[in-house]
């Protein structure tokens, strides 16, 4: 099993989110969250990639083996745990080429203790960048500022090959994209075959051409037997 | 110890082997200061300084060149700093005397002077006499009157007419005896037609009681000539403990101010980093039609920090422009203030202000104080600013992809500072980017 949420109630402020969530995510699934606006499917899935605005009332959650419940947001994505998000900030001044790179250091001192060098990165990010087809001039653009809906999610793609996660959850990653970009997530997600997915997703459309595993439905903070 | 007195400026004169006149001229300072009061309008608080407890004198042994490396070594600049530092046409002033400066026999080919002041009042005297004070006088406040009257070495600059400075020229500042005080004086002269790029930086071993430096930078921008002034300032900030209490750092009051005439821009560049205590407002008197300046200023502060700083752009002349962008990012207990006074005299001139804070954390401060004078004439200025804190969604976004907070934080204000930081020569950018990255680091 590589996830497991064991009685999690969530809250804002005063406001309880989610109550009493126990779900579980085994290798290699593919995980559709289905929901109407505003069940909790969102908080679900910031509160597991460690969003600390969200308060965690009772509960735990277990990732890849180990209690993961007090860990930060940075050690859980470096565990494996990938979000892309809904809403994605615009950063100005720090490229793409920048930030990817942070990331990528991150994640390997992490996995393996060793540096990236240089050349291993810039190697790996013209991999990514000739499959994502994505002009060179590109990298240097400030991150999301100025960028269509396809292009964050293009941006979100090369986050994703570049980190390989254990785990990527999607929050409606067709949404914004037009035909192209959406075809491109899918064959993206098709092609990593090691990494397990959760997905938001209200388009039909997308949820067939993923061929979601497993379902689970949020109703106002709680899941629907 | 000596107390301040005439009779200690003559001795420093005398052991520069001044000329009479330049003797007349710190006496005269020694006098205006003696009238005047230490001020306090700006948002700093400091224990009293004893100026009479002070060492203003201290003469270490030149090095020569095989020896730069180890001196650099023995003061703890990084690899990077030292490469960018012997890379540059550099005066490297330690205490009261310049130590050693590089190119200087290169740059005398194409009739560049770039010596330390004391050997250009020896060689040059009748440029050093009729520049000195003509931007800054003695008179000018309390702080630029101390300094008229002790200055020791410091960086003198004249670029000929029509010549472009083919290297980078740099200063480098270091206190290294404790209790001394460092007043140094720059002078930097580009004739008609001329171009030069000069950078200072500058810091000071650990120690645990205050220090002062008081320097002077005056900057003669002839017609049509173009002088870029960037500093990047890191001297020691102090220990910082969580009573607020600060142990020692810098007591860092400047006085920076440069003349543009016909058709003359001066850039200013500065990424204020250390100090406990800033006082500086490098400013342009914009005397000539059609001149032009730039401020453009970083200011992190950390722990107990304080930084008064900004600048003031005189518009005398007609059509005169000028730009003013200000970022500073205050945390922990400290407190920043920024001021700009943007004043017009003349018709048809534009200034744009731009000041935006970051405050981290629940007990920092930020103050943005702008003043905008209008004596007459049609001129243009827009004023814009901002502050708040870090968005909390760009936090999680980039620790959501591994980053770490500290990390985040330093490639969040990078990424905003970075019109700024990239007007640095190119030789000090890698080095201020982790300046910035350690000034923001919670270690």
């Given at each position: 099993m590589l996830l497991e949420i064991k009685n999690l109630s969530v809250s804002l402020g005063d406001k309880?989110?989610?109550?009493n969530i126990n779900m579980s995510i085994d290798n290699g699934e593919r995980h559709l969250l289905a929901g109407h606006n505003g069940s909790g499917k969102s908080t679900l899935v910031q509160t597991i990639a460690?969003?600390?605005?969200?308060?965690?009332d009772s509960g735990k959650i277990i990732f890849d083996g180990r209690d993961?419940?007090?860990?930060n947001a940075t050690t859980r994505a470096l565990m494996g745990i990938f979000l892309g998000a809904q809403n994605v900030p615009e950063i100005p001044g720090l490229t793409v080429i920048s930030f990817l790179k942070h990331s990528a250091i991150a994640h390997r001192h992490f996995q393996t203790g060793k540096d990236l060098s240089m050349g291993e990165f810039l190697t790996e990010l013209e991999k990514i960048r000739e499959r994502l087809d994505?002009?060179?001039?590109?990298?240097?653009?400030?991150?999301?500022?100025?960028?269509?809906g396809g292009e964050r999610k293009r941006l979100m793609l090369m986050r994703l090959l570049m980190t390989k996660p254990k785990l990527a959850i999607l929050d409606?990653?067709?949404?914004?994209?037009?035909k192209s970009v959406q075809e491109m997530i899918v064959s993206v997600i098709n092609e990593m075959k090691q990494t397990t997915f959760l997905f938001i997703s209200h388009q039909e459309k997308f949820t067939e051409l993923v061929s979601p595993s497993k379902t689970t439905y949020l109703s106002s903070g709680k899941i629907m037997l | 110890m000596q107390k301040l007195s005439q009779d200690l400026i003559r001795e420093i004169s005398a052991l520069r082997n001044e000329p009479d006149w330049l003797t007349s001229w710190r006496l005269a300072a020694f006098d205006s200061w003696k009238k005047m009061t230490e001020p306090h309008w700006a948002e700093i608080n400091y224990q009293p300084?004893?100026?009479?407890?002070?060492?203003?004198y201290n003469n270490p042994q030149p090095v020569d060149n095989s020896d730069l490396k180890s001196v650099y070594e023995t003061m703890g600049l990084p690899e990077s700093e030292q490469k960018a530092l012997m890379g540059m046409a550099t005066d490297t002033v330690i205490d009261s005397r310049s130590v050693h400066t590089s190119y200087t026999e290169d740059l005398s080919k194409l009739g560049i002077i770039f010596l330390p002041f004391s050997e250009a009042v020896e060689k040059h005297p009748d440029l050093v006499k009729k520049y000195?004070?003509?931007?800054?006088?003695?008179?000018?406040n309390f702080f630029a009157a101390l300094n008229a009257a002790v200055f020791s070495d410091g960086t003198f600059v004249y670029i000929p007419k029509?010549?472009?400075?083919p290297i980078d020229l740099a200063s480098y500042f270091r206190i290294e005896t404790a209790k001394i005080g460092q007043f140094e004086r720059t002078l930097i002269i580009a004739e008609e037609g001329s171009e030069v790029s000069y950078l200072e930086g500058c810091s000071a071993p650990r120690r645990p009681n205050h220090q002062l430096h008081s320097g002077v930078v005056e900057v003669v921008a002839l017609d049509n000539s173009i002088v870029k002034y960037a500093t990047v300032q890191n001297w020691f900030a102090g220990d910082y403990k969580k009573d607020k209490n600060q142990i020692g750092g810098i007591l860092n009051f400047v006085t920076k101010r440069g003349k543009c005439f016909d058709g003359a821009r001066l850039d200013w560049t500065q990424v204020e980093i250390g100090s406990s205590m800033t006082w500086k407002y490098p400013s342009?008197?914009?005397?000539?039609?059609n001149s032009s300046s730039d401020f453009y200023s970083l200011t992190i502060t950390r722990g107990a920090q304080q930084a008064d700083t900004g600048t003031k752009m005189i518009h005398l002349g007609n059509n005169s422009k000028s730009n003013i962008v200000s970022y500073g990012v205050a945390l922990e207990d400290s407190v920043q203030t920024f001021r700009s006074l943007v004043s017009f005299s003349g018709t048809g001139c534009k200034n744009a202000c731009k000041c935006d804070s970051r405050i981290i954390g629940n007990d920092a401060i930020a103050n943005t104080i702008p003043r905008i004078i209008h004596n007459n004439g049609e001129n243009e200025q827009s004023h814009e600013a901002t502050t708040g804190s870090i968005d909390s969604n760009t936090m999680l976004y980039l620790e959501q992809s591994g980053i770490d907070e500290d990390e985040a934080t330093a490639l969040i204000i990078s990424g905003l500072a970075n019109p700024i930081i990239s007007r640095l020569p190119m030789e000090f950018l890698v080095e201020s980017k982790q300046l910035i990255k350690m000034a923001l680091s919670k270690e």
């Amino acid at each position: 099993m590589l996830l497991e949420i064991k009685n999690l109630s969530v809250s804002l402020g005063d406001k309880k989110l989610l109550e009493n969530i126990n779900m579980s995510i085994d290798n290699g699934e593919r995980h559709l969250l289905a929901g109407h606006n505003g069940s909790g499917k969102s908080t679900l899935v910031q509160t597991i990639a460690g969003n600390n605005e969200y308060k965690i009332d009772s509960g735990k959650i277990i990732f890849d083996g180990r209690d993961v419940t007090n860990e930060n947001a940075t050690t859980r994505a470096l565990m494996g745990i990938f979000l892309g998000a809904q809403n994605v900030p615009e950063i100005p001044g720090l490229t793409v080429i920048s930030f990817l790179k942070h990331s990528a250091i991150a994640h390997r001192h992490f996995q393996t203790g060793k540096d990236l060098s240089m050349g291993e990165f810039l190697t790996e990010l013209e991999k990514i960048r000739e499959r994502l087809d994505i002009p060179k001039t590109w990298l240097n653009r400030s991150i999301n500022v100025g960028f269509s809906g396809g292009e964050r999610k293009r941006l979100m793609l090369m986050r994703l090959l570049m980190t390989k996660p254990k785990l990527a959850i999607l929050d409606e990653p067709d949404s914004g994209a037009d035909k192209s970009v959406q075809e491109m997530i899918v064959s993206v997600i098709n092609e990593m075959k090691q990494t397990t997915f959760l997905f938001i997703s209200h388009q039909e459309k997308f949820t067939e051409l993923v061929s979601p595993s497993k379902t689970t439905y949020l109703s106002s903070g709680k899941i629907m037997l | 110890m000596q107390k301040l007195s005439q009779d200690l400026i003559r001795e420093i004169s005398a052991l520069r082997n001044e000329p009479d006149w330049l003797t007349s001229w710190r006496l005269a300072a020694f006098d205006s200061w003696k009238k005047m009061t230490e001020p306090h309008w700006a948002e700093i608080n400091y224990q009293p300084i004893d100026y009479d407890s002070l060492n203003y004198y201290n003469n270490p042994q030149p090095v020569d060149n095989s020896d730069l490396k180890s001196v650099y070594e023995t003061m703890g600049l990084p690899e990077s700093e030292q490469k960018a530092l012997m890379g540059m046409a550099t005066d490297t002033v330690i205490d009261s005397r310049s130590v050693h400066t590089s190119y200087t026999e290169d740059l005398s080919k194409l009739g560049i002077i770039f010596l330390p002041f004391s050997e250009a009042v020896e060689k040059h005297p009748d440029l050093v006499k009729k520049y000195l004070g003509t931007v800054v006088p003695p008179t000018d406040n309390f702080f630029a009157a101390l300094n008229a009257a002790v200055f020791s070495d410091g960086t003198f600059v004249y670029i000929p007419k029509n010549t472009k400075c083919p290297i980078d020229l740099a200063s480098y500042f270091r206190i290294e005896t404790a209790k001394i005080g460092q007043f140094e004086r720059t002078l930097i002269i580009a004739e008609e037609g001329s171009e030069v790029s000069y950078l200072e930086g500058c810091s000071a071993p650990r120690r645990p009681n205050h220090q002062l430096h008081s320097g002077v930078v005056e900057v003669v921008a002839l017609d049509n000539s173009i002088v870029k002034y960037a500093t990047v300032q890191n001297w020691f900030a102090g220990d910082y403990k969580k009573d607020k209490n600060q142990i020692g750092g810098i007591l860092n009051f400047v006085t920076k101010r440069g003349k543009c005439f016909d058709g003359a821009r001066l850039d200013w560049t500065q990424v204020e980093i250390g100090s406990s205590m800033t006082w500086k407002y490098p400013s342009t008197i914009l005397a000539g039609d059609n001149s032009s300046s730039d401020f453009y200023s970083l200011t992190i502060t950390r722990g107990a920090q304080q930084a008064d700083t900004g600048t003031k752009m005189i518009h005398l002349g007609n059509n005169s422009k000028s730009n003013i962008v200000s970022y500073g990012v205050a945390l922990e207990d400290s407190v920043q203030t920024f001021r700009s006074l943007v004043s017009f005299s003349g018709t048809g001139c534009k200034n744009a202000c731009k000041c935006d804070s970051r405050i981290i954390g629940n007990d920092a401060i930020a103050n943005t104080i702008p003043r905008i004078i209008h004596n007459n004439g049609e001129n243009e200025q827009s004023h814009e600013a901002t502050t708040g804190s870090i968005d909390s969604n760009t936090m999680l976004y980039l620790e959501q992809s591994g980053i770490d907070e500290d990390e985040a934080t330093a490639l969040i204000i990078s990424g905003l500072a970075n019109p700024i930081i990239s007007r640095l020569p190119m030789e000090f950018l890698v080095e201020s980017k982790q300046l910035i990255k350690m000034a923001l680091s919670k270690e």
